[in-house]
């Protein structure tokens, strides 16, 4: 099930924002700080780029552990 809030970006513009995210996050006083910024700037909320950022780093193995957005 895709949520109203994902299947508003294209699947271009969050991989880049998540990039986005990756790269400049040391810019920033944290990663949160960074995802605020990203997220102002390409229309979504922080709470939508995070979950982003963090199924991104599932799925290239950076992370381990069941999406936080969905239930065992």
């Given at each position: 099930m895709?949520?109203?809030a994902?299947?508003?970006f294209a699947p271009e513009v969050r991989s880049r924002a998540v990039r986005m995210?990756?790269?400049h996050e040391g810019d920033h006083d944290s990663r949160w700080a960074a995802i605020a910024s990203i997220a102002a700037k390409?229309?979504?909320t922080?709470?939508?780029l995070r979950l982003w950022v963090k199924r991104a780093e599932r799925e290239s193995g950076r992370i381990d552990g069941a999406?936080?957005?969905r239930v065992p």
């Amino acid at each position: 099930m895709t949520s109203e809030a994902t299947s508003k970006f294209a699947p271009e513009v969050r991989s880049r924002a998540v990039r986005m995210v990756f790269e400049h996050e040391g810019d920033h006083d944290s990663r949160w700080a960074a995802i605020a910024s990203i997220a102002a700037k390409i229309g979504c909320t922080p709470e939508t780029l995070r979950l982003w950022v963090k199924r991104a780093e599932r799925e290239s193995g950076r992370i381990d552990g069941a999406a936080p957005d969905r239930v065992p």
